[in-house]
């Protein structure tokens, strides 16, 4: 096994990529995307039950959406070129994706409570 220093068939050079095993990758991505998931699902639930209206129940899915990526940071250990091939992954990616789940359970309750 090669190790951290190690030099290789490339001659050691400092500049080479860094190697993803692609499944585990892959698995990753999974996970990010089935917490953003929940959480948007879970996030709108309780913005219908609070009552939140308009530009205030959208701001509070970005504040979840924050907050989850922030959590999926700290659970990477904030290393996250260990885990993921951009930073992007953990804070930009499906942030779009779950807002119709969230609006769907936003509605809801909205609707059902009030």
């Known amino acids: 096994m090669a190790r951290e220093g190690d030099r290789g068939a490339s001659g050691g050079a400092e ?10 990758l892959q698995s990753n991505i999974k996970s990010i995307h089935y917490s953003r998931t929940f959480l948007s699902i879970i ?13 205030t129940g959208f701001i509070f899915y970005f504040l979840v959406m924050a907050a989850a990526s922030f959590g999926l940071a700290a659970k990477a250990k904030f290393s996250i070129c260990t885990y993921f091939d951009s930073w992007n992954r953990i804070f930009l990616d499906g ?20």
Request: net charge negative; hydrophobic share 50%.
């Open 15 to 24: 500049d080479d990529p860094p190697i993803f095993n692609a499944e585990n």
């Open 95 to 114: 942030i779009f994706g779950g807002l119709m789940s969230f609006v769907l359970f936003w509605t809801y309750p909205l609707t059902t409570f009030w």
């Open 43 to 55: 996030g709108g639930v309780i913005a219908g039950i609070w009552g939140f209206t308009g530009l």
